[in-house]
């Protein structure tokens, strides 16, 4: 299975893309998990009936989890990996980090992925820690989680993409 080149889960539904990743993060789902599996793992959920009626008379105005993956499933193919269209962002303890790095007035570009993991690695994560904006134990994850991202979207992607904040 190729993985898609284009950003295709900017296309997608936070609710979707939650779902997606609920189940690409399981363990005691079979690896690697597809559109399909979704589909299948989301139609069994609903009674019968209710799947029946829902076919017959779509009740909602709004575009259904099912109308969504079936188009994504017509578009890209049943066997697309679902990861590939869940929706990355960074943690807010990493937002607070990638933020500190975009208002670094001695900056002149906007920071990548990768600048965000050698700010960490040179210590910005503790010494967020001792001014305050992050909390002890929020530093733990930091490295991990940038490594993530940056797996998931390459190095070189702009880290402002990612901020989110609860």
Known sequence: ???????????????????????????DCEQPVTLMAVRRFLADLLPEDFKEAERLHHFDISESPFDELDALIEEFGATAL??????????????????????????????????????ILAGLGARLVGDGVLEEDEDDTLLSEIEALIEHSGPDTLAETFLRYE
Do not use: G, H
């Open 82 to 119: 679902a990861v590939d269209f869940v929706q990355a962002s960074a943690s807010e303890p990493l937002s607070r980090v990638i933020e500190a790095v975009v208002n670094d007035e001695n900056r002149e570009n906007p920071p990548t992925l990768d600048v965000i993991r050698d700010a």
């Open 1 to 27: 299975m190729t993985r898609n080149s284009i950003d295709i889960a900017s296309r997608v539904s936070p609710r979707l893309s939650a779902l997606l990743s609920s189940r690409v993060n399981n363990p």
